[in-house]
T-cell receptor
Framework: AQSVAQPEDQVNVAEGNPLTVKCTYS??????LFWYVQYPNRGLQFLLK??????LVKGSYGFEAEFNKSQTSFHLKKPSALVSDSALYFC??????????????????FGKGTKLSVIP | KAGVTQTPRYLIKTRGQQVTLSCSPI?????VSWYQQTPGQGLQFLFE???????NKGNFPGRFSGRQFSNSRSEMNVSTLELGDSALYLC???????????????FGSGTRLTVV
């Protein structure tokens, strides 16, 4: 089964500083990787995904992520953090389920999440 | 266009009762997946429906069930509620069956279930 790990439960960064939220993955085959953000009492919002192509993926709200195959990492980054970026961030990997791969469906397997706090 | 709508937003139930949660996907989306989110276990996959058929089920007891209607709306049911079922239940829809997984999921805001 595919899996992702988010090694940091919490990341604190000062407003205006660059931020990085880490994610490593374990997959067989080519990875399909995603980042989602969750604000309090809300569902998850899609930020960006890596399917194939450029290793640097740009997403919503100024976020980007760098895919590194040799390090099996997919870290989320932003050049200048905003207080409004404070939220819970989830890394996810496409996970093939189902008995028949042709008919089976792909689900998302999520990391445990990283709480980002941007300090004014 | 309207997003994924989950109702109700909040529920308080007593141990032993049953509960039904509803999810209306984005118009045109045919795949609906359900996740349970708790502080201890994080996000765990419950099941996925596509064209009224359950295609996959996560590692949850049989007390958790669901269904999907012809208009793609989905419901999940939890019977004989336990304290540990207290969680945020999230519904997510995707357009063309989860097998494409190109655009990713669109999540609803969730239903917060509290079992007392």
């Amino acid at each position: 089964a595919q899996s992702v790990a988010q090694p940091e439960d919490q990341v604190n960064v000062a407003e205006g500083n660059p931020l990085t939220v880490k994610c490593t993955y374990s997959v067989s085959g080519n990875p399909y990787l995603f980042w989602y953000v969750q604000y309090p009492n809300r569902g998850l919002q899609f930020l960006l995904k890596y399917i194939t192509g450029d290793n640097l993926v740009k997403g919503s709200y100024g976020f980007e992520a760098e895919f590194n195959k040799s390090q099996t990492s997919f870290h989320l980054k932003k050049p200048s953090a905003l207080v409004s970026d404070s939220a819970l961030y989830f890394c996810a990997v496409r996970d093939l389920r189902g008995v028949d791969s042709a008919a089976g469906s792909y689900q998302l397997t999520f990391g445990k999440g990283t709480k980002l706090s941007v300090i004014p | 266009k309207a997003g994924v709508t989950q109702t109700p937003r909040y529920l308080i139930k007593t141990r032993g009762q049953q509960v039904t949660l509803s999810c209306s996907p984005i118009s045109g989306h045919r795949s609906v997946s359900w996740y349970q989110q708790t502080p201890g276990q994080g996000l765990q996959f419950l099941f996925e429906y596509f064209s009224e058929t359950q295609r996959n089920k996560g590692n949850f007891p049989g007390r958790f069930s669901g269904r999907q209607f012809s208009n793609s709306r989905s419901e999940m049911n939890v019977s004989t509620l336990e304290l540990g079922d207290s969680a945020l239940y999230l519904c997510a829809s995707s357009p063309k069956g989860a097998s494409t997984m190109v655009s990713g999921y669109t999540f609803g805001s969730g239903t917060r279930l509290t079992v007392v």
